[in-house]
Each structure stands twice: as structure tokens, then as C-alpha cells.
């Protein structure tokens, strides 16, 4: 049986929220970071640039709020179905996202998932200082992440399935075999190989399915 993988993208894909939007919240900067996030979704500003001018926001809010949030995140229905089907299948699970590594790892542990990639929140005397910290986990950061992922396994990228739903999955979604947008931004949804719309990811098992 050929061996394969599946990565996905973390906030509003495999959970319904975008978590630095929960953080703003509690830093009273939400309006303005959904604002940015938006934009950077649609591809219209970098990344990068958007991560900076968010994270910016937060500087203040107590490290408590990591523990806050996963308790308030929710995951996408389907989701656990999804993964756990696919790991009954021999398959391998990967998160990569351009959230926070606080958060992701968490989830990935309640998934049984060992790989996944994320920005780090940086923290001094129990506060966000504003600023993250290691590599920043761009479009370009997210498809080297399945790159090296498919090395790691000894599995061929053409066997590898990317879902996301914003501008800065498409890099990781051109790498692998199946790129599947979910409930993705209009330029996501032209470039994706599949796109789904609907409310639940276990429909992405169909189109997996049906790309047998």
C-alpha cells in the first residue's frame, strides 16, 4: 500500500476560529487584527508583513491566554473524523500553520498528530511581548514544511494532500499531488486542485476518494 500524507492548515480549517483573533480580543485590538487577517487571506498584503503588524497588537496580554484559548477553540466538524479515518488508513497527519506553536501543539495532541509547524509567541515576565519568535511560517515556510515532511516519511510529494483555505496555503497546495481549498478565499478556491463547500471536513474524504 502506497504510503501518503495529509497537512492541513490550522485556523479556520481544521478549527473554526482564527486564534489570533481570540488573543486581540482579550487585548481589545480584535476589529483591527480580523481587518489584517482578512486582507492577508485574500493575498492582498505579505504574510509576513501582516503577522508583524498583528502580533504587534497583542503585546500586554498575559501568557494565561494560551491556555484560555485552546479551551475556547473549537475543531471544524469532521475534523477528528477526518484525521482518524485517515490514520485507521495508514496514512500520516501534519498541521502547519501560520498561527501559534502555544496553540497548534496542543490540538495536535489531542489529534495523536506528531508533526506540525507553527509561529512562536514570544513571552517575558508572563506578557506577550508583541513580537514572535523563530522562522516566520509563511506560504514558502509551509510548503518546505511538506517538503520535508514527505523526505522524513519517505513518501513522494505526489502523495500528499495540502487543505487550506487562505492565500498562504497555496504554495503547499501546488507542492503536493491534492491540493483541496475548504470553504477557501476565491483565489484559493481558482488555484486549488478540489474545493469543498461545505460545512464539514470529512467531505475532503470523498474528494480523496475519488482522486484514488
Not at 4 to 20: A, F, N, P, Y
Not at 127 to 149: C, N
Request: hydrophobic residues 45%.
Amino acid at each position: 500500500m502506497t504510503r501518503r500524507l495529509i497537512v492541513l492548515d490550522v485556523d479556520s480549517t481544521l478549527i473554526t476560529s482564527e486564534v489570533i483573533e481570540l488573543i486581540a480580543a482579550r487585548a481589545g485590538t480584535q476589529v483591527e487584527v480580523a481587518r489584517v487577517t482578512e486582507a492577508a487571506m485574500r493575498g492582498e498584503i505579505d504574510f509576513g508583513e501582516s503577522l508583524t503588524q498583528r502580533v504587534a497588537t497583542l503585546a500586554g496580554v498575559s501568557d494565561t491566554v494560551f491556555n484560555e484559548v485552546i479551551e475556547e477553540v473549537q475543531f471544524t466538524p469532521g475534523a477528528e473524523y477526518l484525521i482518524s479515518t485517515l490514520q485507521e488508513r495508514g496514512w500520516t497527519a501534519a498541521l502547519v500553520s501560520g498561527g501559534f506553536h502555544e496553540i497548534v501543539g496542543p490540538l495536535a495532541r489531542q489529534l495523536n498528530i506528531d508533526l506540525f509547524r507553527a509561529n512562536g509567541l514570544e513571552v517575558a515576565d508572563g506578557r506577550l511581548t508583541g513580537r514572535t519568535y523563530g522562522p516566520v511560517i509563511d506560504r514558502a515556510a509551509k510548503a518546505q514544511a511538506l517538503r520535508e515532511y514527505c523526505s522524513q516519511l519517505g513518501i513522494d510529494t505526489a502523495d500528499a494532500v495540502a487543505v487550506g483555505d487562505g492565500a498562504n496555503d497555496l504554495d503547499m497546495m501546488a507542492v503536493a499531488g491534492l491540493g483541496i481549498a475548504f470553504n477557501a478565499k476565491p483565489v484559493v478556491q481558482s488555484h486549488a486542485d478540489a474545493a469543498v463547500n461545505e460545512p464539514s471536513l470529512a467531505a475532503v474524504l470523498d474528494v480523496i476518494d475519488a482522486r484514488a
